[in-house]
């Protein structure tokens, strides 16, 4: 017998649950990818894409994964044996730095601890130190996925503007766009990547460049630019095949506009709003079940806690037994903990991660923190009790 037989609930960091509203609005057949609809939908896709990211600046959608757009940043901006500095603090700030390292640029890690948030006193330090301004750019990680820790972007702005120095400053908001807050033009961000899978509910698939300006005018002084990756066509195309250099996405295209309604509908501020409660609440089960036990959030500090996912670490490691139970058992799959050095790989058993992005409700989040709560007690893993009623308690606003 497995109590797992029920609509399975996928709580891993990404990809994140497709609403039926989007997979429905995929379900049609094949349009035209010269004229109609699917050019009218690109269009109002980025006028609300810029929207939330709170820019006025550019946006070129690519047919990607994350991955392409850590690389479409750097194409644009990046020659070899240019400088890059990179303050890591988790396994994504690694993976950027290591794809810029393998597009031929001089990378300097700051590295920081995996419980803790970019330092900006650190960073000025390693850009007072760079006298002849050699930094092209400092690469960043709004929330590091690995670690489920939110840095302060605008933070690193004010570091660069007081040293008048003329990097470029660069966002990964893959993780988190749509979920912790992010404003890219307020906060003097040059270059902000996302993609499509996490808060924006729509399939892997779909990658955003939003870039400014100065980042404009940083790709103009290339040479050469890989030709897919080159964001300046994709901006402003002379026809519409030329946004994607190619034919268009026309179904990802099609969840897009119909994610973007429902964010639309529940409002942008609301939809974070939502975002900080669900994730206060399962914070709040996780303070429960320390007090009995080993079990401890990643971040101690609230205040650089995502809002998007949330690592958990149970030292002594019994974390993989645990998100096999609850697959097994309850249906519901937990994400794995990824090792957040540059050396060492998933899997280590002390730690899961929680991903509460996208389209997630009171009663989704309240099931997973329950069928945790069951399998911290069918594997006899100490905890302490009352994990389930905290989290209840911060959903009814009490
Ligand atoms: C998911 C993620 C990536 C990688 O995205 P893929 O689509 O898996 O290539 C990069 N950075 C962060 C912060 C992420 O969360």
Redesign the pocket.
Same mark, same amino acid.
Request: hydrophobic letters at 35%.
């Given at each position: 017998m497995s109590l797992a037989h029920g609509r399975e609930y996928l709580a891993i960091? +990404?990809p994140s649950v497709i609403p039926d509203r989007v997979l429905r609005a995929m379900h049609r057949a094949a349009p035209n990818i010269y004229e109609g609809e699917l050019v009218e939908i690109t269009g109002t896709a980025l006028r609300d894409l810029k929207a939330l990211a709170g820019t006025a600046g550019d946006c070129a959608i690519y047919i990607s994964?994350?991955? +392409?757009?850590?690389e479409a940043a750097l194409a644009n901006t990046i020659r070899p044996g240019d400088r890059v500095l990179v303050p890591v603090a988790g396994r994504?700030g690694h993976?950027?730095a290591e794809l810029a390292r393998d597009l031929g640029a001089e990378v300097e890690i700051l590295e920081f601890p995996t419980t803790a948030a970019v330092d900006p006193d650190r960073v000025a330090e390693a850009l007072r130190a760079d006298t002849a301004y050699g930094f092209r750019a400092v690469l960043a990680?709004?929330?590091?996925?690995s670690t489920g820790i939110r840095s302060d972007i605008a933070a690193l702005r004010r570091v660069l503007d007081d040293l008048g120095h003329p990097a470029l400053l660069m966002a990964?908001?893959?993780?988190?766009f749509g979920c912790d807050p992010f404003e890219m033009d307020d906060w003097g961000v040059d270059v902000m990547i996302t993609?499509s899978?996490?808060g924006l509910m729509t399939p892997?698939g779909l990658?955003f460049a939003f870039f400014n300006a100065r980042a404009a005018a940083a790709r103009d002084r290339l040479d050469r630019v890989s030709p897919y990756w080159d964001w300046r066509p994709r901006a402003a195309p002379e026809m519409f095949y030329r946004y994607f250099f190619g034919t268009a996405p026309t179904h990802h295209l099609f969840a897009l506009r119909e994610a973007l309604d429902m964010i639309a509908e529940e409002g942008r501020q609301a939809v974070l709003d939502r975002h900080a409660t669900l994730a206060r609440a399962l914070w709040a089960a996780c303070d429960a079940w320390g007090r009995g036990g080993a079990l401890a959030l990643n971040a101690a500090d609230p205040a650089i806690r995502s809002h998007a996912?949330t690592a958990i670490s149970l030292p002594g490691g019994p974390a993989d037994r645990l998100r096999a139970w609850c697959a097994a058992e309850a249906g519901v799959t937990l994400g794995i903990g990824l090792g957040t050095g540059a050396a060492t790989g998933p899997g280590t058993g002390e730690m899961f991660r929680v991903g509460h992005m996208g389209h997630v409700n009171a009663h989704m989040l309240l099931g997973v923190v329950g069928v945790i709560e069951a399998g911290l007690i069918a594997l006899d893993i100490p905890h302490g009790s009352g994990g389930v009623e905290a989290a209840a308690r911060v959903c009814a606003g009490r």
């Open positions: 960091p +990404g994964n994350g991955h +392409g757009m850590w994504f993976g950027w990680v709004l929330t590091d996925t990964d908001c893959i993780a988190s993609a899978q996490k892997p990658g996912v």
